[in-house]
């Protein structure tokens, strides 16, 4: 208490309050009466001894130490993730973890069993939720009924994985994302954009760069029950597993009466834990860059992913960016064709390049892409 109290009025104190006391040197043992229940630590001890002296004997005193309160890594993280999402358009959702036996594990990133509550109020509320999504679709479905067609949520939340014997539960924390309707409503240009794909796997990527993780993500075409089966799409970090982005199943979609839906769902454990790329700047160029335009025939089964790293591995160092501008499938191409268009920039930070070396640079990436995926240059 920063107050120096001797013991003889320690005991006093005692004395008036009718508790037991024994003392025992620099002991004292104290009994404390069935009637007073809220004693039951010795910090209530030091109060009762603080109360009866008097608050107001006590003198005011500055802490030994002062420092200004901050937000740890991962607190910081959250609120990163929270700001950009709000600010893409998204909106936060708050929704239950309990829900029915059924949607326990339905879109759960991994197979593991739900936990089951012992006394449940209902069949509803009978089991800890494993995916977050599930509970999305229904907030977007209560939504759409209400006449809001275009719905854009997420949610920074708990998911529940039993284990074994009568162990707590494991929760881990998860990031989910739905959009459904339109991402840009009707306005005096008459530009409207209808949610795709594209739109929150673009949304993903902006919270990884915000991270400081974009080097290391990666996309992989994935199969999930309740899916859509062509668009779907496993997301990796650093070589692992941490989410999905896809399609809403049309038959899943028109039991909640949703049209067009999206959904994503991520590890927010493994975001923390991947190790951050660090922020490096660079002056201006002064030198100017030059481009090349490349378009590919080539399978529908090649992924954009296989032929950009492809690109970056044989242009070497001079390749500054790479941009993809056109896609294109018709009769005309064939029916397991498409064409893929890109725009190759090339810089050199200390000179200034020539068209041979760009030349042999673009020559080299087109001699591999015909190698590798039996592409026809157009």
């Keep these: 208490m920063g107050a120096e109290i001797s013991d003889a009025e320690i005991v006093s104190i005692f004395a008036k309050l009718q508790f037991d006391l024994e003392v025992s040197g620099d002991e004292l043992a ?33 802490p030994i130490s002062i420092s200004a309160g901050h937000l740890t890594t991962e607190q910081a993280a959250r609120r990163t993730i929270r700001r950009y999402l709000e600010g893409a358009g998204l909106n936060q959702a708050l929704t239950y973890s309990l829900t029915s036996k059924e949607a326990a594990t339905q879109l759960a990133l991994s197979e593991e069993t739900a936990v089951a509550l012992s006394m449940p109020m209902s069949e509803e509320h009978s089991h800890l939720r494993t995916s977050i999504v599930p509970q999305l679709l229904k907030a977007a479905s209560y939504n759409v009924a209400r006449n809001n067609n275009s719905v854009s949520l997420y949610e920074l939340g708990t998911v529940f994985y039993a284990t074994e014997g009568d162990n707590l539960p494991l929760e ?16 005096w240009q008459k530009q409207v954009k209808k949610v795709d794909f594209f739109v929150l796997k673009g949304i993903i990527e902006g919270v990884v760069t915000k991270l400081g993780l974009t080097d290391q993500l990666e996309w992989k075409q994935a199969e999930k029950q309740d899916l859509h089966p062509g668009r779907t799409a496993s997301i990796w970090l650093a070589g692992k597993q941490i989410g999905y982005v896809a399609q809403v199943h049309p038959s899943l979609a028109a039991e909640l009466d949703l049209k067009e839906t999206y959904v994503f769902e991520l590890s927010v454990a493994e975001l923390l834990a991947a190790p951050k790329t660090a922020v490096t700047y660079h002056t201006i160029p002064r030198y100017p860059a030059m481009t090349r335009d490349i378009a590919l025939l080539v ?16 242009a070497g160092k001079l390749l500054h960016n790479i941009q993809l501008f056109d896609i294109f499938e018709g009769e005309k191409l064939g029916a397991d064709k498409k064409s893929m268009a890109y725009t190759l920039t090339f810089l050199d930070p200390e000179r200034t390049l020539t068209d041979e070396e760009v030349t042999k640079a673009n020559q080299a990436i087109v001699s591999a892409l015909e190698s590798k995926f039996d592409a026809v240059i157009r």
């Design 172 to 187: 881990t924390e998860h990031l989910a994302g739905l959009i459904t309707g339109n991402w840009q409503e009707n306005d």
């Design 299 to 314: 399978s529908k089964e090649v992924s954009q992913a296989a032929l950009e790293n492809e690109i970056k591995s044989q």
């Design 30 to 62: 104290i009994t404390v009466p069935s009637r007073r229940w809220d004693i039951t630590i010795e910090a209530d001890i030091f109060e009762e001894v603080a109360r009866i002296y008097g608050y107001d004997k006590i003198p005011s005193t500055l």
